[in-house]
């Protein structure tokens, strides 16, 4: 208990200083582009996101599983994510020669940087879940630490401000930082020369990936496809005043992400954390830091938004006091998920998230066009908090003992 104590604060240490850096990345892009410009931007990531997601296929999450149990699968797990890392490169090349850079069809970015951000993502998806299966997380760490920092100098000092070349100078340089990280994390995860490859039975690997992919894949569509519907019944402006809402709201995600990352390890080898008195015990001191940032951004929101991110986020605060109790529910479901998928229940979160995925599309798309973002908002936040219920009913029988 005291090990998996010490090694989950050191981790939540090191990710939430790389997150702080994010967040101050975020800052300076939104200012650099404006809440019109860094709206769409935005949600042409999370459609590169999605697209990489479902490229994935959950083999993180596998590899995860798979390596916890078996360390000496690590060698030919470690080479078979390369592979599909290097092809996946090739065939998002041609994706965006053949479709989107011939078409401009929504995307405003440059072809490199679209292939160099998708590639680099998925290769962080991958060797981030080494690292983990293999419990380095300060090694991780120290990478994004350094590297994020860099890139948030060359913002603040560096970009050239030319305001008509402003998105594609943000973009390419944000999809290089991505390319780069990709490669590190490929480097620093490399298993030794001297490691032997044994037998892995693919078919059961790529199965157990693909239901957590397919689960990734609605919780991540579940989670941002809110944003089309503002962007479609919506001015430029509230659209980049709600997309920083989710941005905001995914911290809750990161913060408790970090722990259930960590501790996914211990719950998948089956010789720690068997009760479900003990993993509340682990998580009671994070749920109560998750309860004070909700109440003081709910209480400082009006002022703190326009002054980190321009007089043109007035908006934020009142959209964000109606998405605080979900996003509250989406930190709390990252805890609750780490449970399910490490006991191999992913069937119970994919339920879930779909239940939740029907809400937010079926009741936005009755009433997002006349009540636009503030019913967004409400549909969103209701639709979090449902899910969270979903599984929280069901946690204890999750454990073999209480």
């Known amino acids: 208990m005291a090990n998996i104590g010490s090694i989950l604060k050191k981790n939540v240490a090191g990710k939430l200083l790389n997150h702080g850096i994010v967040f101050l ?3 300076c892009i939104v200012r650099l582009l404006g809440a019109a410009v860094s709206g769409h931007y935005f949600n042409e990531l999370y459609v590169l996101n999605c697209i990489v997601f479902l490229c994935s296929c959950g083999l993180d999450y596998a590899a995860i599983a798979w390596i916890s149990k078996q360390p000496e699968l690590y060698p030919v797990i470690h080479k078979r994510l390369h592979r599909i890392s290097i092809w996946f490169m090739f065939v998002i090349a041609l994706v965006a020669v053949f479709f989107i850079f011939n078409t401009r069809f929504f995307f405003n970015q440059s072809f490199y940087a679209i292939v160099f951000f998708s590639t680099g993502n998925l290769m962080l998806i991958f060797f981030q879940g080494l690292l983990t299966a293999q419990k380095k997380f300060n090694r991780q760490n ?4 350094i590297s994020n920092l860099m890139y948030l100098i060359f913002l603040c000092f560096f970009i050239p401000r ?4 402003l998105l594609m100078q943000i973009s390419s340089s944000y ?3 991505f390319i780069l990280q990709g490669f590190l994390m490929l480097a620093f995860s490399a298993p030794s020369p001297q490691s032997t490859h044994h037998p892995i039975q693919w ?4 199965r157990y990936g693909f239901f957590i992919m397919i689960s990734a894949l609605i919780y991540f569509v579940f989670l941002r496809v809110d944003n089309y519907f503002v962007e479609r019944f919506s001015d430029p402006v509230t659209l980049g005043n709600y997309v920083q809402c989710g941005k905001i709201g995914q911290y809750f995600l ?4 970090i722990i ?6 211990f719950v998948g080898s089956d010789k720690l954390l068997h009760s479900f008195s003990e993993w509340k015990k682990i998580m009671s001191p994070y749920v109560f830091v998750v309860i004070v940032i909700t109440l003081l951004l709910a209480l400082a929101g009006r002022w703190l938004y326009p002054f980190l991110f321009g007089s043109d986020f007035s908006e934020m605060s009142g959209y964000m006091l109606i998405l605080l109790p979900g996003y509250f529910s989406l930190g709390m479901l990252t805890l609750i998920n780490a449970v399910y998928i490490g006991k191999g229940n992913i069937k119970k979160i994919i339920r879930g998230d779909l239940m939740g995925l029907i809400l937010v599309l079926g009741l936005n798309s009755m009433f997002a066009s006349s009540y636009g973002a503030r019913a967004a908002a409400i549909i969103s936040s209701f639709s979090y908090t449902a899910v969270f ?3 929280l009913w069901d946690l204890k029988n999750q454990f073999e003992s209480d």
């Open 142 to 145: 120290i990478i994004l630490v």
């Open 389 to 391: 219920v979903y599984l």
């Open 254 to 257: 990161y913060f408790t992400s």
């Open 162 to 165: 030319n305001p008509t070349s």
């Open 260 to 265: 259930s990352s960590t501790l996914l390890p």
């Open 175 to 177: 999809a290089l930082l």
């Open 203 to 206: 078919g059961a690997f790529f």
């Open 25 to 27: 990345i975020n800052i």
